[in-house]
């Protein structure tokens, strides 16, 4: 059974950090590229950031660049968000996924409220 559970959300105040982090279970996760989206209120979700499966290339949403670090460890099962120098325009839920071909998997997704 495929689980993506994510944790490290929270209420956080503007220039704060916060690290997400994804563990999966139920497939082989060194073999799949990794994603943090989020979606906030009334919007749709947008991709945040991306970890590819072999060399651990990285790809970001040109507003968190700079600011947000993802990784992984293929020995945990784990993903990370590092989100630094947070704002209120991060406020979102923020979801991982793990894609391989068209296999698409996707985790219930973390809170995260930037608020002073």
């Known amino acids: 059974q495929v689980q993506l559970v994510e944790s490290g959300g929270g209420l956080v105040q503007p220039g704060g950090s916060l690290r997400l982090s994804c563990a999966a279970s139920g497939f082989t996760f060194s073999a799949y590229a990794m994603s943090w989206y989020r979606q906030a209120p009334g919007k749709e979700r947008e991709l945040v950031a991306v970890?590819?499966?072999?060399?651990?290339?990285?790809n970001y949403l040109e507003s968190v660049k700079g600011r947000f670090t993802i990784s992984r460890d293929n020995a945990k099962n784990t993903v990370y968000l590092q989100m630094n120098s947070l704002n209120s325009e991060d406020t979102a839920v923020y979801y991982c996924?793990?894609?391989?071909?068209?296999?698409?998997?996707w985790g219930q997704g973390t809170q995260v409220t930037v608020s002073s």
């Open positions: 970890i590819a499966s072999a060399v651990g290339s990285t």
């Open positions: 996924n793990a894609k391989r071909g068209g296999r698409n998997y």
